[in-house]
């Protein structure tokens, strides 16, 4: 099985509106840390924000937030006003133990 | 604080040949991962060092390696270069390689975009 998984390839979003990005994940492991990634064309990746397992309320860094659902093992970014600089690929991720997996992506564009 | 480096950013090699790459971590940090980066198969996991040792490693051919040094700087090493090698490799290091969910991101660098002709 997966270890993680997002369905959605390309989603799109009007500028200054709210945008969700889906994200399961799949884990036996009580103890695990949950992040999100921003890759531009230009491809380095930038962190944008972490959970972790424990976390009891649902982490914000800015303009992110991210929609924990322990039970349902998803783990949502919500991007609020959106800009036309978060166009990019947007990966989930988790670190189980000592290793790191990613999703396959969704690729963002922000509409003017 | 200096980020993650990795050089050269650009390589174009041919079948055949090898190739070393190269990571220096953020300083303070010990742990280096790789990835390999390609539009079909995502983001692959390469292998992981700590502390000069590989602590964990992804399904590649015995053709991929990587070593980690005193400093913690990192190279990993591409021999007998097939095109299917061809891809964005990405290096990240964190604090520590820990069991324990600890807050312990990684950070990326720019990568090296590898073409195999």
């Known amino acids: 099985a997966q270890k993680i998984t997002q369905t959605q390839p390309g989603m799109f979003v009007q500028e200054k509106e709210a945008v969700t990005l889906d994200c399961t994940y799949d884990?036996?492991?009580?103890?695990?840390?949950l992040f999100w990634y921003k890759q531009p064309s230009s491809g380095e990746m930038i962190f944008l924000i972490y959970?972790?397992?424990?976390?009891?309320q649902n982490a914000t860094e800015g303009r992110y937030s991210l929609n924990f659902q322990k039970a349902r093992k998803s783990a949502n970014l919500v991007i609020s006003a959106s800009q036309l600089g978060d166009s990019a690929m947007y990966f989930c991720?988790?670190?189980?133990?000592?290793?790191?997996?990613f999703g396959s992506g969704t690729k963002l564009n922000v509409k003017p | 604080k200096a980020g993650v480096t990795q050089t050269p950013r650009y390589l174009i090699k041919t079948r055949g040949q090898q190739v070393t790459l190269s990571c220096s971590p953020i300083?303070?940090?010990?742990?280096v991962s790789w990835y390999q980066q390609t539009p079909g198969q995502g983001l692959q996991f390469l292998f992981e060092?700590?502390?000069?040792?590989?602590?964990n490693k992804g399904n590649f051919p015995g053709r991929f390696s990587g070593r980690q040094f005193s400093n913690s700087r990192s190279e990993m090493n591409v021999s007998t270069l097939e095109l299917g090698d061809s891809a964005l490799y990405l290096c990240?290091?964190?604090?520590?390689?820990?069991?324990?969910?600890?807050?312990?991101?990684?950070?990326f660098g720019p990568g090296t975009r590898l073409t195999v002709l």
């Open positions: 959970q972790g397992s424990y976390d009891q």
């Open positions: 991720a988790m670190r189980e133990a000592n290793k790191f997996y």
């Open positions: 884990t036996s492991d009580p103890s695990y840390g």
């Open positions: 300083s303070g940090h010990r742990s």
């Open positions: 990240a290091s964190s604090r520590t390689s820990s069991g324990r969910a600890t807050y312990n991101e990684q950070f």
């Open positions: 060092y700590f502390s000069e040792t590989q602590r």
